[in-house]
C-alpha cells in the first residue's frame, strides 16, 4: 500500500476498513504503528541490538538508547519477512516524502 502512493493514515484507515487488527489486537490502527512496522529492521532480517537499556535496575527503569551506550547492527540475524531489497526501497521512499513534505 506504502509503495502504491497510500500515506501513512491512508493505510491505517485501509487496515480498519478491512477489519485487520492491530498488533495489539486492537481495530484501532495508529499512524506511529504502521511507520514502526515499516521501519523496524526485523522484518528485513536483521536486528539492531540495545535499542533500549534499563537505567535503573532497582526499579527496572527502560530507557530509549539515544547514544549512552553501544548498539550492534547485526546483518542477516534471522531469515527475513520482507526481501531486503524491499525494505531498502520503503526506506528510500519514505525519506523522500518526508524531503517533499508529502
Given amino acids: 500500500l ?9 493505510i491505517t484507515k ?8 492491530s498488533p495489539s489486537g486492537k481495530d ?3 499512524i506511529s504503528t504502521v511507520r514502526s512496522i ?3 529492521e526485523k522484518y528485513r532480517g536483521d536486528a539492531l541490538i540495545q535499542k ?8 527496572k527503569t527502560r530507557r530509549r538508547n539515544m547514544g549512552e551506550i ?3 547492527y547485526v ?7 520482507i526481501p531486503p531489497d524491499l525494505f531498502d ?14
Fill in 89 to 102: 526501497f520503503v526506506q528510500s521512499e519514505i525519506k523522500r516524502r518526508e524531503q517533499n513534505g508529502k
Fill in 38 to 40: 515499516l521501519t523496524n
Fill in 2 to 10: 506504502f509503495l502504491g502512493g497510500r500515506s501513512f493514515y491512508a
Fill in 75 to 81: 546483518e542477516e540475524h534471522h531469515e527475513a519477512i
Fill in 70 to 72: 553501544p548498539q550492534y
Fill in 52 to 59: 533500549e537499556y534499563t537505567a535503573d535496575f532497582l526499579d
Fill in 14 to 21: 485501509e487496515l480498519e476498513k478491512r477489519c485487520i487488527k
Fill in 28 to 30: 484501532k490502527w495508529y
